[in-house]
């Protein structure tokens, strides 16, 4: 028997499965699916406790499969593709020359679709992102020391921020999660005002985003599968 409450875990609803025969309370994620198999007589109280002391490794779980579908699916048609916390639905013509959203669609050439794939989404991050770095600079006060924002496409880093205020971010990051990008962009802007990785760097870092471990860590974990 199965019952949706309203409990949601970054945007996704949490159902409750129950069984008469279940002992135990166990936890699924799926891509975009949290369910929670419980016993018939355990009170909703005791299994929104439970949730919430699980929140934080749901949300990883969520969020690695958000991140993943273009490199489990590659360039197919109707395969589902991240950007900047949307979901595009990609979609392969044989005449096309180049990539164009329509709505929710990516429209894609069939022959060649990674390149204009990516060459559609470096177009289409640098406005986003350039607000992003931007608002970041003006809420740690070094507006005065932001130079250019470019995408990147270098394998070596997510981002970086030369000596003359140049910020890149990669344009991998819009596969990821909005709270990684937004890490990455932070981490970036701090370093107009300290250019290293002392104490005072990351109390700048900090002071804007106090859970900022939790997306460094998801990058190193599942960086990869962007």
Sequence with gaps: ???????????????????????TVALQVKPGEVTIYAPQRVPLRQLQDILQQRRDWVKRHLAQYAARPLAAQ???????????GETLTLRLEGDRKKAVRVDNDLLLPADEPERALERWTRAACLTPYTALVTEYAAVLGAADRLGNVRVSATSARWGS??????????????????????YVALHEAAHLLEMNHSPR????????????????RWLREYGQTL
């Design 74 to 84: 590659a360039c197919t048609d109707g395969a589902e593709l991240t950007f900047l």
């Design 1 to 23: 028997m199965g019952m949706s409450s309203e409990w949601t875990i970054s945007g996704v609803p949490v159902t409750v499965k129950r069984s008469v025969r279940r002992r």
């Design 161 to 182: 921020c030369s000596s003359r205020g140049d910020i890149r971010l990669h344009w991998k990051l819009s596969r990821a999660p909005l709270d990684v990008l937004h």
């Design 201 to 216: 760097y990351w109390a700048h870092v900090a002071r804007v985003m106090p859970g900022w471990q939790t997306h460094r």
